[in-house]
């Protein structure tokens, strides 16, 4: 049987990974079709973050918004 994680325990891991996912996109070339892959799961992970109640300041982001 697995354990079900917690809310914080999902905002954590995917706050964790969103940080991670951002840092190896800012190495690929911007025309990379794994930047591609990456930029829409940092996106769909950032949606679920803002859906989940994190305050915006603790979402990670590129800056370039």
């Known amino acids: 049987m697995t354990k079900s994680m917690t809310n914080q325990e999902i905002i954590d891991f995917l706050i964790s990974d969103t940080a991670l996912f951002i840092g190896e ?21 950032q949606s679920v973050l803002r859906m989940m109640g994190v305050p915006e300041e603790q979402i990670p982001t590129d800056g370039s918004c």
């Open 25 to 45: 996109k800012e190495g690929l070339d911007i025309n990379d079709s794994f930047g591609d892959y990456l930029e829409g799961l940092i996106n769909r992970s």
